[in-house]
């Protein structure tokens, strides 16, 4: 009777499970090998594929942000150009209320370049003040100017009295003076004084709603008509760019002459 041992399974285990396992881990290298191999030619298909997309993206992206440009640039550049809102009784306004030519002017007491081109407009007033109409709209920038809305107020409530003219050639005229002051009504109040107005009167017109309505009224419609630096200039409705010199606003407008 045979006995399996003699068919060289006893008699050489050792080799036996040796050369079995080498083989199962050649199957299992083989097959580790053809995964990886596999994987490789994955990525490169995809960095290929990758490749062939990325400047079709780029070139997209290019032409997009162009007509985005475009698009903004036509905004800005045409849209801002429109006063939002017309003139209205609630407007100050100083020169000949029935001229062709109306200035609007978007400004700040606080504002340097302002109370320097209020010098330019005075001058053109006293010039031309029958052939122009000026028109004073507050747009106070408390980002910068601590002390802007509240000179806003005071040149409103002198406008309740009839004085609002007067108040602001004063504010301007003495800026330095009150735009760094904690407290710049009392300073305000001062100024009242000296046009002869009624101080109880004024005081309580610096601090109603109806003051505060009116002057964040007119930032409202600034904001509308894409105002964003003070002083900021329409003529007739379109925005214009700030002269340089008296002489060149003075010809800015003889050019709108009819």
């Known amino acids: 009777m045979s006995d399996y041992r003699t068919c060289g399974f006893e008699s050489h285990p050792r080799h036996f499970m040796e ?3 080498t083989k199962r881990e050649k199957r299992e290298l083989s097959k580790e090998k053809k ?3 596999e994987k ?12 062939t997309w990325i400047p079709i993206v780029l070139i997209v992206g290019v ?22 809102s017309e003139i209205s009784a609630e407007d100050h306004v100083k020169g000949n209320p029935d001229s062709d030519i109306v200035i609007v002017e978007y400004s700040d007491f606080q504002c340097p370049a302002c109370a320097y081109y209020s010098g330019f407009m005075k001058k053109l007033l006293d010039e031309k003040g029958d052939e122009i109409a000026l028109v004073y709209r507050h747009f106070p920038l408390e980002q910068i100017h601590k002390n802007a809305k509240v ?3 005071a040149a409103e409530a002198a406008g309740s009295q009839g004085k609002f003219w007067e108040m602001h050639d004063l504010l301007f005229a003495n800026q330095s003076v009150w735009e760094n002051l904690p407290d710049p009504e009392k300073e305000f109040t001062k100024y009242a004084q000296d046009l002869g107005l009624n101080i109880d009167q004024f005081n309580t017109d610096l601090k109603s709603d109806e003051t505060r309505d009116r002057v964040n009224n ?4 600034g904001i509308a008509s894409r105002v964003n630096s003070t002083p900021t200039f329409f003529i007739n409705g379109e925005k214009i760019d700030n002269p340089k010199s008296y002489d060149q606003l003075k010809k800015l407008v003889e050019d709108y002459s009819p």
């Open 19 to 21: 050369e079995a396992l």
């Open 35 to 37: 995964a990886q191999e």
């Open 40 to 51: 490789r030619q994955n990525y490169s298909r995809a960095f290929r594929k990758m490749a």
């Open 63 to 84: 032409i997009g942000y162009g007509i985005y440009g475009a698009v903004t640039s036509t905004s800005k550049e045409g849209s801002p150009s429109v006063l939002s």
């Open 151 to 153: 000179a806003s107020y």
């Open 218 to 221: 007119d930032y409202r419609s």
